[in-house]
Nanobody, 128 residues
Framework: QVHVAQSGGGSVQAGGSLRLSCTAPVYIYSASCMGWFRQGPGKQREGIAVIHTGTNSTDYDDSVKGRFTISGDNARNTIYLQMNSLKPEDHAMYYC?????????????????????WGQGTQVTVSQ
């Protein structure tokens, strides 16, 4: 059973933009936190952006701050990750994640263990 379904991604040249989307059932979307993680080749999965869907408060990793924007659409139970000024080091598999409804966090943190539901992953390739 797919709890969160993500789309978007692809290949782009450095300096370009991409947008990722992630849709969840309302009982998951409205729980508290959703976010985006990524895993580069040979690296650990890291949290890059999270959003509290009730307050729209956000938090970003320093590596993407000012370039990436996480946002939520309550009417569509969907979060987005707008990625601008992409760099080769952004090349990774990107995963959407959500917390279980029984755990209502605030504020949201980019901690992998806090998240129970994961998207299938989507590849983002950035070339020079």
């Amino acid at each position: 059973q797919v709890h969160v379904a993500q789309s978007g991604g692809g290949s782009v040249q450095a300096g370009g933009s991409l947008r990722l989307s992630c849709t969840a059932p309302v009982y998951i979307y409205s729980a508290s936190c959703m976010g985006w993680f990524r895993q580069g080749p040979g690296k650990q999965r890291e949290g890059i952006a999270v959003i509290h869907t009730g307050t729209n408060s956000t938090d970003y990793d320093d590596s993407v701050k000012g370039r990436f924007t996480i946002s939520g659409d309550n009417a569509r139970n969907t979060i987005y990750l707008q990625m601008n000024s992409l760099k080769p080091e952004d090349h990774a598999m990107y995963y959407c994640a959500a917390v279980t409804p029984s755990r209502r966090f605030f504020p949201c943190k980019r901690v992998r263990g806090d998240f129970s539901y994961w998207g299938q992953g989507t590849q983002v390739t950035v070339s020079q």
